[in-house]
């Protein structure tokens, strides 16, 4: 049986970019994944580096996007040097999109939620909004501008970061997942495996949505999927160049002249199945946005499983059990967030202490609830 310092259940881009930072500290690292490493959330996403929230759940995770967006483009250099990959990194910001309703007050009110949280916004017109996007409705009054966000190509990101992962000496094993953590007491030796066994000084959980099935771990992580249906679409009379909103779509860009557009957010448990009623909504709020989008051919529809958490809050840290670290929850944020996860988990295991506060993001609040409702 091998021993490493580090095992990792997960081979998605957070356990890929775990996986990377550990062994470019020297550590000696393995990662297991059930399936082919990089084929579930991570390949379904949008590629999306987008700090600002959703919503007022989203805004106490705004100080660890902001840390993980800025990291990003040392993050991509150094994965297309080890790998050899061009990942299709776009820093060209997003806009928001409005035509109907009290657009001032709507424009305003989101002003003020991001210079309040520290995210440079633009406040646009209609005529600046199609000067700068000319291909948007004719009946658009106005916009917001959030210049420092990007989007790259995060299928082909989630691989070059499992090569340069492997180029620094990381092990990969597909097809072989984690079933459970080792405990010895309040130790975890390791993970109990499909096939087998393996140990290790330190253990992280980081499966996305199937965490909560690996034995062991869903007191701390009670993650879940939720479902996100997604298509890309080509349109040679299209060329839009940032990632654009509305209140009922998003679409982003990519280099080869793809127009991914999104998405659905489903509680339908396992199911990965692509719907008429999904792609419906989609098509719809796409062809709303911009309208030539009617003439565009459907490349390729997709459904994915985002790892989701009872407060919609990532899962980052230590636990009360010796050596086992969590990694996951993290919604729709896994690429933005994959850069600083993957510096905070080396600095928990390296020096047992972190340059960013997270303890609103412990496995630890799920574990501590838990108990008082048993008491």
């Avoid at 094993?173 to 140990?199: H, M, P, Q, Y």
Wanted: glycine letters at 10%.
């Amino acid at each position: 049986m091998n021993r490493y310092d580090v095992v990792v259940a997960g081979g998605g881009l957070i356990g890929a970019s775990i996986a990377f930072e550990l062994a470019q500290a020297g550590l000696q690292v393995s990662v297991f994944d059930a399936r082919e490493p990089g084929r579930e959330a991570s390949w379904a996403s949008a590629g999306m580096i987008s700090p600002a929230p959703e919503g007022p759940d989203t805004i106490p995770l705004v100080p660890l996007s902001k840390a993980s967006a800025a990291m990003y483009p040392d993050f991509v250099q150094a994965v297309e040097e080890f790998s050899g990959r061009d990942v299709g990194y776009r820093p060209d910001g997003a806009m928001e999109v409005f035509w109907e309703g009290d657009v001032r007050e709507e424009i305003s009110t989101l002003m003020a939620v991001y210079h309040g949280v520290g995210l440079r916004a633009e406040a646009l017109t209609g005529e600046q909004a199609k000067e700068l996007e000319p291909e948007l409705r004719e009946e658009v009054q106005g916009g917001v501008l959030r210049p420092d966000e990007s989007s790259l190509e995060n299928r082909v990101l989630t691989l070059a970061t499992l090569e340069a992962a492997r180029h620094k000496g990381v092990e990969i094993f597909a097809g072989n997942g984690a079933t459970g953590i080792w405990r010895d007491g309040r130790s975890c030796k390791g993970l109990l495996l499909t096939n087998g066994r393996v140990e290790a000084k330190w253990t992280i959980i980081a499966a996305g949505c199937f965490s909560a099935k690996i034995a062991g771990v869903a007191p701390y992580a009670p993650v879940f999927p939720t479902k996100g249906q997604m298509v890309a679409l080509r349109c040679e009379a299209v060329k839009i160049q940032h990632v654009l909103w509305s209140e009922n779509v998003y679409l982003v860009p990519r280099n080869d002249g793809r127009i991914l557009a999104g998405s659905t957010a489903e509680r339908v448990g396992f199911d990965r199945d692509v719907t008429a009623g999904g792609m419906k909504k989609i098509l719809t709020g796409a062809i709303e946005l911009i309208p030539v989008l009617a003439k565009a051919r459907i490349e390729a529809t997709w459904a994915g499983l985002r790892p989701d958490s009872p407060d919609h809050l990532p899962i980052l840290g230590p636990t009360d059990v010796e050596g086992l670290l969590m990694a996951t929850g993290h919604f729709r944020s896994g690429i933005l967030l994959a850069p600083l996860t993957a510096r905070l988990l080396r600095e928990w295991i390296t020096s047992q202490k972190v340059s960013v506060d997270c303890e609103r993001f412990s496995p630890m609040r799920f574990f501590e609830a838990r108990q008082t409702q048993s008491a």
